[in-house]
Every structure is written in structure tokens, then in C-alpha cells.
């Protein structure tokens, strides 16, 4: 290195002439690869953004208008994202109220696959509390069990659930604790009362 910077002019121009004829196509590949990487990050931002911009524009006008079609254009195009996953919720909901009950139990089974992580996740315990509900009005109390042993995290509502499933099968210890531990969980006074209600109808059954 120091003898490039103490070489006179013309040396160093030669210098510099020879080490281009030697790596030039080394050096306008990586030059390009560089631009290449630049415009296609700068790219990939803007269309993301531009998609999140119109998928939360679709659903907006989604649930304003309460209008299927617009849903099912968004589950078609977006199906990935976290807006189709709004969307089957409330399809779901849709569906349970017309007594369609296996579309929305495949509806949030779909919302909980694609929220399957290891930390807790909203959207999933949102759609696995719908589901569990679907299975306590159907009286299948052996599926709620099932669905929630294997939910890493319980809430309130999922452990109140867990309750009523135990209740449902005769399970009046089980049933007592899920009620307690529900108890301790929220700080929602309206479900605290109705927690505290089934405990006290417990009482007069026959204790495991």
C-alpha cells in the first residue's frame, strides 16, 4: 500500500488500469448486484405498503357494509393476511347464526392454524374462544376439553369454558377449579357475578 501511494502518476494510473482489466467483471457485478438490492428493498416496501393501504380500505368498507362478497374477494386475495383472518371471524359469526355451524367451526379452525405460535396470540384465542363456544352449544363437551388442553394459554373466558365443559360432563371438582381459577383471572365485575352463580349452582351437586 505504500508503495501504490509513493508510485509517481502514470504508475498508478497503470496500476489502477491493470486491476480493472483483471477484476472489471468482478466489480460491475457487484456494483449492480448493489443497485439490484436498493431498488428491489425500496420496491418491496412500497408494494407492501400499498397492499396493507388497500386491504385495510377493502376491509373497512367490508364491515360497514356487512356485504359477504367483499369478504370473500379479500379471503381471495389477501388469504394470508391478518385482515382475511378479521374476516373469517366474522364470517364465522355469520355462519353460526344461520345454523351453519361446521363453516364456522372450519372457519376458525383456519384462524387458529394460521396463528399457531408459541407465544400467546390475540387472534388465536379470540377464534379459539368462538370454536369452544360452537362445541358448548352442541353439547360436546369432550371436544372443548380437547380444544383447550392443548391452548398454552387460558384465559378467563377459556377457563370459565373449561367449567362449563366440566360441569356438562358431571366433573364438579374440575369444574370448581376452572371457576376459581376464571375468578382469579378477571376483574370484569358482570363476570365475576355469573362465575360466582355457577359455583354457587355447584354446591348442590354431588362433589367428585
Sequence with gaps: MA???????????????TFWQRFKYLIIFVFLSIILL???RDYLSTSSN???FITASMYQNYIESNDQKVGEQILSTYPNTMYSDFVRLNEAKRNFENNNSDQAISLLKTVIDNNSEDSFN??????????VKIYLE?????QVLTELENTEE???TM????GDAENGLGQFLSARTSYMLALQSTTNQASRALINMKISDLKDEEIE
Design 154 to 156: 387460558l384465559t378467563a
Design 3 to 17: 508503495n501504490f501511494f509513493s508510485s509517481s502518476e502514470e504508475e498508478q494510473q497503470e496500476i489502477l488500469l
Design 159 to 162: 377457563l370459565e369454558q373449561k
Design 50 to 52: 400499498e397492499r396493507d
Design 122 to 131: 390475540p387472534l388465536q384465542a379470540a377464534a379459539k374462544t368462538r370454536l
Design 138 to 142: 352442541k353439547k360436546d363437551y369432550d
Design 38 to 40: 436498493i431498488v428491489g
